[in-house]
């Protein structure tokens, strides 16, 4: 059965929160002789997206100057870019994210397949609209040029936001299984373009009946009949679009644990997914990453991270005592 996830974030709003005193606050951190780093850290991982944007505009009106502009200059490395994407709000952060794996020196493909394959439609047609106000340019047009093939193919369909909500029919269930079944055999262009478009359009409700149908016609697991079939950026998006509809939290949690353990700390998808996921879905992703790992996240970050960096991270995690 479909169970919506009772979700929660780390990073709630501040209670008595006072915008003025926090960008006095701040003003004195950034313009002292010595940047001080932990009073930005204790006011910024503190409050939540909104409250910082109100910060943002208190220290303009106090200062004449531009809160990112400033932490930019002042700041560095990965402590920067911690610093800097709080200030984001979620849309432009993630259109943030999308133009600098698609513009960058080589294409990002996992930061596209991270924020294609798990957000709403809500989400992407708020992230497009920031895409085009950031950068003068079109998001969809941008996949076009930057990618290819059946990669590129599914990526456009993602970017439409165009996913069905809340409907579910099972009697084409079975039907759309058979459809993946067999895409999963013939592997034709054609195949591959049947199978995308079930899992860019179909309800996460529709596809989670879909996939118990394939599981009893084909014996397999879903995931397991992608992995073998295809290879590539495409089979690693079909994949995560299956993981996403089942369990967004565990998909977060698995990304997390390969960025830590297997890219010696990718820390550009590390600070992404911390940041993007803090007042969402965070606390689960926490809880998952612990049950499947066996340690916490907390201390994965610790071990790997250090400084202001490290501190910054695990604020933003929010660790429990026995992760320490």
Known sequence: CFFPLQTQGTILPAPNFNPIMDAQLLGGALQGISCEKDVLIDILTQRCNSQRLMIAEAYRDMYGRDLITDLKENLSHHFKEVMVGLMYPPASYDAHELWHALKGVDTEENCLIDILAS????????????????????????????????????????AQGIRMEGYADPSTAAQDAMILWEACQQKTGEHKNMMQMILCNRSHQQLWMVFQEFQSISGQDIVDAINECYDGYFQ???????????????????????AIHDFGFHNKTVIRILISRSEIDLMNIRQRYKERYGKSLFHDIKHFASGHYESALLAICAGDIEDY
């Open 119 to 158: 957000r709403s439609n809500m989400e992407i047609f708020q992230m497009k609209e920031a895409y085009l106000m950031q950068y003068n340019t079109d998001l969809q047009q941008d996949i076009d040029c930057e990618t290819s093939g059946h990669f590129r193919d599914t990526l456009m369909n993602l």
């Open 236 to 258: 690693e998006l079909l994949v995560a679009i299956v993981l996403c509809t089942r369990d967004k939290p565990s998909y977060f949690a698995y990304r997390l644990y390969n």
